[in-house]
Every structure is written in C-alpha cells, then in structure tokens.
C-alpha cells in the first residue's frame, strides 16, 4: 500500500481502562475498530486524550502494536505521539514507533524546567532527522505554558519537507495565518475538539483531530462543507460546538465527558479515567443524554 495521506478527521483515541484501573486492550481493539468503521481518516494514539502522562511504557507498546495491526491493511492512517521531555528517548521512541509500522508521529515539544527554543527546536530537528515517516509537531501553549513563536514554526517547515503541523493556541487563526504566510506550503491541522475547524478549512488547513467519541458529526460537518453546503456545516458545527465549548473548559473534563459517552454507546465498557480524574455532575451527565438524543441520527446510523 502507499504511502497513506495525512488530513481529514483524525480523533485521538480515548484511553480505555477497566473498572479497576487496568488496562483494557479488548475494548481498546473495539474502539479502533469502530473508528475504522465510520470512516475516520486517521486515528492518533497517546494524545493527551489518550491519558498519556498515566500510562506505563508497557502499555504503551502494546497499545502501539495495536493501533498498527488494526489499521495497517485499511486507508486510515495510524499517529503515535511522542511526548517525552528527553530528546534522546523522544528519539529512541519514534524510530521504535516507525519500526512497528507507524504512518505519522506527533511530537510534544519538550517543556518541563522551562527549556529554551533553541532547545526545543533541536528536539524537534531531532525527530525529524531520525525517521523518514511524516512528523506532526504539536503546538499546544495552553497546554505546555511554553509560546513558540510563530516564526520559529515556520522555519521547521522550511527544512524539514516530512514537518506537518498540529497548531493549537486558542484562539488559534492568527497563528494559523502568519503560519501560512511564512510557510504557504505547511500542512496544517488543528486540535481543541475542532472548535475552529471551519476556520481552519476555509483559511487552506489540511484536517481536525479532535476526540473519538462522536467522530460521526466531524465527518458530517466536513462532508457539508466539501459538498459546498457552508451553511449546513456552520449549523451544524454550532450545535455541536454548544456543548464542547462547555466541556472544553478542562482537558481532564472533555476526557470524562468522552468515556461516558463511548460507553453509553456500548463501544467500550467502562468509562474510568486513570487518577487524578474529573467528577462530573448530574447536569454534565443530563448534557450528555441530551447531546445523545439530539445527534442520535449521526451516531446510531
């Protein structure tokens, strides 16, 4: 098979865990296959809604090694992220994730003790130069507390022809556009549950990666707006987003939103979040019913 193209919908894969805090590979191997099914384009591993920071190295090998072999005779593109703060085992991973078979990594810039951008530009410079495979470079300040400016993005994408680009600064289409500007050939997709999607579309980005839980309504909205229906799209993109704009206000909150409902829709079967995890209240759980029945015609097709 060729080279697989990287763009369109490509959720993060939700950790999946058993009631008692163990790792559940079955209901892991359930939800790929699910993601697959609906037709996501790609599907991206130990982002931060796959609880990577609470995950041994172990499991995250095995569920590497899955993510590979379900994907690999399909059309969707499989992304490991890699988000270690030492260069050398940043490194070491992605050649380990490319030799397992990985389409595309992602990398995490380094940014605990505060490391400079000289710093972490050669981290990056270092994961591109190890692997041949596409490298998304994440930008994630919200996140990470560490502004990489824009100008420094756009010189990655000067040197490195396999640079793509996960830019993420809420808001985020200042950033988007200087990118494009200094950069005009740069890949760009964008995360934050795909609040911005359509901006991102219609500014010349190349796909969303947000959450897996109703993958159905991205595919949706950007099938309207393909289509040539923008109105369609924007509409329903408001819907949507009324309810993730609430439940975006914490990453730890979104991932307990997106467990609950995943598990409601019988996909995997427990919704526990490894520790420290959000508590949701009768109202968050009342949304999630509500937000249930309102797109139940995209998620029960």
């Known amino acids: 098979m060729s080279q697989k193209i990287i763009g369109g ?3 993060v ?10 790792l559940d590979l079955d209901s892991m191997g359930r939800l790929i296959d699910h993601e697959i099914k609906i037709g996501a384009n790609g599907i991206t591993m130990f982002g931060i809604a796959t609880e990577f920071h609470k995950l041994t190295d172990n499991e995250r090998n095995d569920l590497a090694a899955l993510l590979v072999e379900k994907v690999k005779n399909t059309d969707v593109f499989s992304v490991m992220s890699v988000t270690d703060h030492s260069t050398e085992v940043a490194v070491a991973r992605a050649k380990y994730y490319e030799s397992l078979g990985a389409d595309c990594l992602m990398v995490l810039p380094p940014f605990f003790l505060n490391p ?3 710093q972490i530009k ?6 591109l130069e190890a692997v041949k495979i596409p490298v998304l470079v994440q930008y994630a300040p919200g996140e990470t ?6 100008e420094e993005m756009a010189t990655i994408e000067h040197k490195y022809k396999n640079a793509i ?7 985020p289409m200042d950033y988007v556009r200087g990118m494009l500007k200094l950069a005009p050939d740069a890949k760009i997709l964008i995360g934050y549950a795909g609040l911005y999607m359509l901006d991102v579309m219609e500014a010349g980005g190349a796909g969303t990666m947000p959450g897996c839980s109703f ?14 229906d923008r109105q ?5 993109h408001e819907k949507l987003m009324k309810y993730v704009r609430i439940w975006m206000s914490h990453p730890e909150y979104i991932i307990k939103v997106e467990k609950v409902i995943l598990k409601k829709r019988g996909i995997i079967d427990s919704d526990y979040c490894r520790k420290p995890e959000w508590t949701l209240t009768a109202k968050d759980y009342e949304d999630i019913d509500n937000f249930l029945v309102e797109f139940s015609y995209l998620l029960n097709k």
């Open 215 to 228: 993958t159905e309504v991205y595919l949706e909205i950007e099938r309207l707006w393909k289509s040539g």
């Open 232 to 236: 369609a799209a924007h509409e329903l």
């Open 145 to 150: 507390k560490k502004i990489i400016p824009v």
């Open 116 to 118: 400079t951008i000289e």
């Open 122 to 127: 050669e981290h990056i410079f270092s994961i």
């Open 165 to 171: 680009f996960k830019l993420e600064p809420n808001p």
């Open 9 to 11: 919908i490509n959720p």
């Open 13 to 22: 894969i939700a950790g999946t865990f058993k009631d008692d805090g163990s």
